[in-house]
């Protein structure tokens, strides 16, 4: 059973278009990261959310805390090609192993010219 | 400053095999992962080093895996025998305490 769901699983759209993806989980987690993946290399941190309800926004990318720490939203706006990639999101647990870097299950976006 | 280093990059073998990664961590960093990420998917932890001490090992297939961090710095993983289930991404990362953490390129196992 995953942890963290992301949705959704794949997404295709032209450069322009305002996209948003989601992250669930039934857990409460301390923090919240977002991280963008190239083909052959490791992911890289975008940001990191630890206050419930707390939005960030980096260029044209809106980072979203849930109130409750459960869930959190990645908004792009006016997508362009060099956004294409896997994101993935990663929580530490509020409780128990709170070390542990655990990720969600990826969203493969592709951003077409 | 150098990131995390992995080697190799590519490795394939054939099943049954042994196979070893390498991973060296930013220095004075002293929590280090290995993940194992299947194409398109998340990575997923297979063991967590404070230092040392390997204190979430969990996931980690204990029957043909081993990891070891000699002296908290550099760490291997070791896959022995190899089955083709274990195709995937090896990806290292290493971060001070709960702070960021930074991934390495990843080694591409491919089992044959």
């Known amino acids: 059973t995953q942890l963290l769901e992301q949705s959704p699983q794949f997404l295709s759209i032209q450069e322009g278009e305002n996209l948003t993806v989601y992250c669930n989980s039934s857990?409460?987690?301390?923090?919240l990261q977002w991280y963008r993946q190239e083909p052959g290399e490791g992911p890289v941190l975008l940001v990191t959310?630890?206050?419930?309800?707390e939005v960030k926004k980096l260029k044209r990318l809106t980072f979203q805390f849930g109130d409750a720490r459960k869930d959190s939203s990645l908004h792009i706006t006016a997508a362009q090609p060099g956004d294409t990639g896997l994101y993935l999101c990663?929580?530490?647990?509020?409780?128990?192993?709170?070390?542990?870097?655990?990720f969600g299950s990826g969203t493969q976006l592709t951003v077409l010219p | 400053e150098a990131g995390v280093v992995q080697s190799p990059r590519y490795k394939i073998i054939e099943k049954k095999q042994p196979v070893a990664f390498w991973c060296n961590p930013i220095?004075?960093?002293?929590?280090l992962y290995w993940y194992l990420q299947n194409l398109g998917q998340g990575p997923e932890l297979l063991i967590r080093?404070?230092?040392?001490?390997?204190?979430?090992d969990s996931q980690l297939p204990k029957d043909r895996f081993s990891a070891e961090r000699l002296k908290g710095v550099d760490s291997t993983l070791k896959i022995q025998p190899a089955e083709l289930g274990d195709s995937a991404v090896y990806l290292c990362?290493?971060?001070?305490?709960?702070?960021?953490?930074?991934f390495g390129q990843g080694t591409r196992l491919t089992v044959v």
């Open positions: 990362a290493s971060s001070l305490g709960t702070g960021q953490a930074f």
């Open positions: 857990s409460v987690f301390s923090s």
């Open positions: 959310v630890v206050t419930g309800g």
């Open positions: 990663a929580g530490r647990i509020s409780s128990g192993s709170a070390r542990q870097l655990t």
């Open positions: 220095s004075g960093h002293n929590t």
């Open positions: 080093y404070e230092n040392e001490e390997a204190v979430d």
